[in-house]
């Protein structure tokens, strides 16, 4: 059974409709209601192979609609090739055939319909290649042939398609580079070749895009580095090139794109810092980094993203202190700083996120205590700290925060007893393991309730059991 709904995972694009690899796979996302079918030309009875004699309709060359979408409700799927004759029907400016299960290649007289502004024949079998004759539907708004089975490299000639504004090659199985002749599709708003077999890198010419609002060109092989030239997409809102082969640095040009939402680039080769231009793109709302070999600091400036909802970088290098300006995310819900190579303390300054739900700082190199102030985060539901060399009493006041569910504090420094009731809430198999200093009793002096003013963390450590 072959992957449908390309058009659905395009919305799934969109920051408003967030996911994330932790969350489950976008390709979860149901598909919409199956189109209806418009019976533009009368009526219409479907059988297999589709030949135009079936359509039974009167002067068809004079038709300017052919709107045949498979209807769950009892129509029958068209099967076999797409007519060659309907390469015929010149005054067409829709054609729509899709949830069909048309087999065959695309027939290259298609390209005669040089009236057609709207092309639809996604989900079918199609197979073959993509004649370049598709290059001469220079009138297309529309242009859709994903979720088939389309092999070989995309034409350049589809970069003359100049008024396409939505553009989508997903879920086939085409290779070879990206012809950087798509660069003249400067109209073009939703671009998606996702799930496909691509390989060479993004050429530079997609910096002309000006229009582009949606890039979808995830899980394929695309490799070299992100094109400076990427910078001139300033209304981009949605970058989607995670699973690729994409290496090297970030240009500094990305803190142009000041409409980006989202950014997701995990599971790539990508190095070098995470630019500080970051900070500046005031409506990002996701960023998905991880598995990859970002290194330096986590740049200070992501403090100022106010909309960010999510930032993922973990499994990189990045290196150096957790900025306490990340206090400042006042919307996010969470932050995966995981598999890094952070070091320094954890900023106080975390206790004020608002809206913060999963934070996961864990096989790092933190030091230090465990801030109290992250007792104060109300929202809080999973707290990641593993493998880091923490050291102090776990803050007691963590067994009170009402949404928290999931507690790791395994293999640190950590010391003193925590109370039963901690130990139950959250499985002391997920608390005691690979600190050798920490035990489950009644700790000594006053219990409850613990100290609002904070303390210092020292103080309020049991000491460590002598050897
Ligand atoms: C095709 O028909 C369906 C069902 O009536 C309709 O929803 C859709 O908008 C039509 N598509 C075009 C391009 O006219
Ligand atoms: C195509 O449309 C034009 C203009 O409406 C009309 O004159 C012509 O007859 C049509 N062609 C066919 C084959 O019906
Ligand atoms: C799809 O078409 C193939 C032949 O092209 C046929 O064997 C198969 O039964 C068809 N499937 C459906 C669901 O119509
Ligand atoms: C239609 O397209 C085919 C293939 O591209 C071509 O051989 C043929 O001459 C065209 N027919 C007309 C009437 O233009
Ligand atoms: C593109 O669209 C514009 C305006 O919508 C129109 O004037 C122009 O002729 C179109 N270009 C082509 C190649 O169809
Ligand atoms: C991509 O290529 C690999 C190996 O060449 C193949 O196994 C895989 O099925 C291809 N994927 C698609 C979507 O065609
Ligand atoms: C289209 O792109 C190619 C390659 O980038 C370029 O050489 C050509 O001039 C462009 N054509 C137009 C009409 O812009
Ligand atoms: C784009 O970004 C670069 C590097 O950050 C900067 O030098 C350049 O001035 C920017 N260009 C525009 C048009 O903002
Ligand atoms: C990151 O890479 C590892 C190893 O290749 C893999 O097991 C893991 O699933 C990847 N994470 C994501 C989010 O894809
Ligand atoms: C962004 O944050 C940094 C460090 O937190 C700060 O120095 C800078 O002024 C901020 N920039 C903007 C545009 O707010
Ligand atoms: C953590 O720091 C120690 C000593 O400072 C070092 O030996 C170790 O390699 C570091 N671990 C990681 C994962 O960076
Ligand atoms: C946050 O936590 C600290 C230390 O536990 C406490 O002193 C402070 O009052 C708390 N702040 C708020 C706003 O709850």
Redesign the pocket.
Known sequence: MKQAGGRNESTSQTASNVWH??MGTPRNIPLAPLLVTLLALGLFTPVTPFTLADLQVDNLSSQTVLNISYRSSGDTRLSGPIPTELGGLTNLTTLVLTQHNLSGGIPPELGNLTGLQYLDISNNSLSGTIPPQLGRLTSLTHFQLSVNRLFGSIPAELGNLVNVTYFELSYNGLSGPIPGALGNLTRLVDWEMHDNNLTGPLPPEIGNMASLTIMALQTNQINGSLPPDIGKLTNLESLSL??NQLSGPLPAELGNMTSLKSITL??NSLSGPIPYEIGGLPNLQQVFM??NTFSGDIPASIGNLTRLLFLGV??NSLSGSIPPSLGNLSSASYLGLGGNKLTGFIPPELGNLPAMQSLDFSNNNLTGPIPQELANVTSLSRLFLNGNQLSGSPPPRLASLPSLVSLDLRNNSLSGVISPEFAARFGPENVLPGNPFLSVGTAPGPLAPPPLIPAPQPAVSAPPPAF
């Open positions: 690899p932790t995670y699973q995990w599971n991880e598995n973990s499994n």
